[in-house]
């Protein structure tokens, strides 16, 4: 599955201002007093990650972004004086284990934990187990979609957008909105500790572009699915685009954001 620089773009300022304050705190505390710190970020996407953490972090970082999309690679940040960036092509799904051969400090990620099955998950678990690293997880979709007004349409396509998120993403069949808990049970289940938090986008009725874009996808989503009755779908997508294009339209969407710590080895 690939996603477009631009709706990355669209995106990350919605990803930031959602990202959960107190995960973050969290992810800096266990790195207070470092010198310096090596930072995995597992596909990286253009960066979204780095932007939003590497200010917050005194030590001297080193960062490997990890993502199979050249294009997005690309338009990933450079090393500066405080943080060297190394960029790395890599399929997550095909060669995950690669990505833990160097030594590193902290594993992070954001917005993928949805696209991955339950075996990938796993995966991710044991490579970051065996070796004691701390895991940060972002901006896991949760399956809460709340829209103002509200639509006689809403809950059916709601139901579908979580059906579609379970289909395969290139990692066999997607945890979708199952996925932040099932990776916290995973991690709680040996004995890290996790701290946790909702990270929900909140569109307000000036956020009209990410609202049109979100809404169209949505509904490609739905017609993809073939759960609903093409008309309904475009129905709906007409009703709530009016709502948006008049400014009347605001829309939750439920995230999750973790960071999980091995104990009593850190
Ligand atoms: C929703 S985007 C999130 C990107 C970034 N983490 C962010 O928050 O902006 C999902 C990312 O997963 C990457 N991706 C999807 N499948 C992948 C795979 N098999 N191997 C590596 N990266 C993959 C995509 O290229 C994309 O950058």
Known sequence: MSFSATWLE???????????PAVLDAVV??????????????????????????????????????????SLLARAPESSADAGVETI?????????????DPADLIVTSALLDLVSDEWLQRLVVEAAVR????????SYDGRIAFDPVDAGDARIVAAINAHQRTDKG??????????????????????????????WTFAPQDREIQMEILSGWATAVRETGKLPLPDVLGWLTRRRDFVAAGRSSIRVGHVDFF????GTR
Not at 132 to 139: R, S, T
Not at 177 to 188: N, S
Not at 260 to 263: H, K, L, M, N
């Open 10 to 20: 669209l995106r990350e300022p919605y990803d930031r201002q959602a990202r959960n």
């Open 29 to 70: 505390a266990a790195l207070a007093g470092r010198s310096s710190v090596t930072i995995v970020d597992l596909a990286c996407g253009t960066g979204s990650t780095f932007r939003a953490l590497s200010p917050r972090i005194k030590a001297r970082q080193s960062w490997r972004l990890i993502d199979n999309d050249l």
């Open 89 to 101: 092509p890599m399929d997550l799904n095909r060669d995950l284990e690669a990505a833990f051969d």
């Open 132 to 139: 004691n690293l701390p895991v940060h997880a972002a901006l």
């Open 171 to 200: 990692f066999g069949a997607a945890l979708g909105p199952q996925a932040g808990e099932q990776a916290i049970k995973r991690f709680e289940r040996i004995n890290y500790a996790v701290v946790q938090g909702v990270s929900d």
């Open 260 to 263: 999980a710590r091995p104990t």
